[in-house]
């Protein structure tokens, strides 16, 4: 950095961008309560301009109202991730299809699908402490 410029004066390049998290959803709203529950870590940590949570079915907001939202609270850029453990059908055909038809409809942003969270290597280390707290308590 130039010694007369502060940080103030440079501009940010990084596109507004919104996480758009995406579970199944289901009619019973204990179901649904661990996306509500990570939407609210991931607003604390500040990391994105918005996070919203959203259902594939049988709870609201659907993806498309979620991704509606994101574009409605100034986002130019959209991440679309599955709370999903698997790229199965639902994140392959789907979320793919889900994502094609956000841009369409808001073709000023860029919409991006992540991968599912099953192959990520801190899972292994999740599903080991699970294992250990187990460990502990007894049935």
Known sequence: MHPLESPRTIPITRPKTALLLIA??????????DLLHLTEQLRAQGVYSHVQPSFMELAKPTIEEGGDLCVLRGAEQVILLPYFLSSGIHVQRDLAEACRHLAERHASVRFRLA??????????EIVLERAREAERDLC
């Open 24 to 33: 199944h959803g289901s009619r019973q709203a204990e179901a649904n309560a």
């Open 115 to 124: 991968q599912p969270l099953g192959r990520h290597p801190l899972l292994a």
